[in-house]
T-cell receptor
Framework: RKEVEQDPGPFNVPEGATVAFNCTYSNSASQSFFWYRQDCRKEPKLLMSVYSSGNEDGRFTAQLNRASQYISLLIRDSKLSDSATYLCVVKAAGNKLTFGGGTRVLVKP | NAGVMQNPRHLVRRRGQEARLRCSPMKGHSHVYWYRQLPEEGLKFMVYLQKENIIDESGMPKERFSAEFPKEGPSILRIQQVVRGDSAAYFC?????????????FGPGTRLTVL
């Protein structure tokens, strides 16, 4: 079983719609959680850190469920520029990041 | 405030040659990490360094690969006697320390092609 699992997609989303997807992690000792986005094999860019109580940043909302060991990301009012691969990232002790395989999102007009 | 810098952006080597990849962290960051992304795969951790120290090299192959982060100058990832399977994107990231979320910020990567 992979340490961090994501549905690879693609999620085809009409412009303006809402899309949500999850990621599960296997290491119960994981301490910090992040969502990054990656465009066309360029460098990952930090989208948001995920707080225990959940957090929102503009159109993006992240939730953490420690009991079930999953993290979610919701994107409201999708823009064409939201098309990307979204990477679920988990950090246990020691600063090493473990990446999921990514969820591809395609926003279409 | 410049971001993480990596060079070269593209590197072509023939089998058996050496590859040297350089990474300069963001200003004020003292922690450097190297990750590798093979074609059609996710990013995998290789090594974590602070100035003059390797903290965690659990993801780095035992042979042919080495990394350093000297007191002065960039971090270097060195691959000796490259093979075709080393062809990948190598990303460097940096972070300020260890407290809190300690988010890591990535450089543009070096794309290594081994002929």
């Amino acid at each position: 079983r992979k340490e961090v699992e994501q549905d690879p997609g693609p999620f085809n989303v009409p412009e303006g719609a809402t899309v949500a997807f999850n990621c599960t992690y296997s290491n119960s000792a994981s301490q910090s959680f992040f969502w990054y986005r990656q465009d066309c094999r360029k460098e990952p860019k930090l989208l948001m850190s995920v707080y225990s109580s959940g957090n929102e940043d503009g159109r993006f909302t992240a939730q953490l469920n420690r009991a079930s060991q999953y993290i979610s990301l919701l994107i409201r009012d999708s823009k064409l520029s939201d098309s990307a691969t979204y990477l679920c990232v988990v950090k246990a002790a020691g600063n090493k990041l473990t990446f999921g395989g990514g969820t591809r999102v395609l926003v279409k007009p | 405030n410049a971001g993480v810098m990596q060079n070269p952006r593209h590197l072509v080597r023939r089998r058996g040659q050496e590859a040297r990849l350089r990474c300069s962290p963001m200003k004020g960051h003292s922690h450097v990490y190297w990750y590798r992304q093979l074609p059609e795969e996710g990013l995998k951790f290789m090594v974590y360094l602070q100035k003059e120290n390797i903290i965690d090299e659990s993801g780095m192959p035992k042979e042919r690969f080495s990394a350093e982060f000297p007191k002065e100058g960039p971090s270097i990832l060195r691959i000796q006697q490259v093979v075709r399977g080393d062809s990948a994107a190598y990303f460097c990231a940096s972070s300020p320390g260890t407290s809190g979320f300690n988010e890591q910020f990535f450089g543009p990567g070096t794309r290594l092609t081994v002929l």
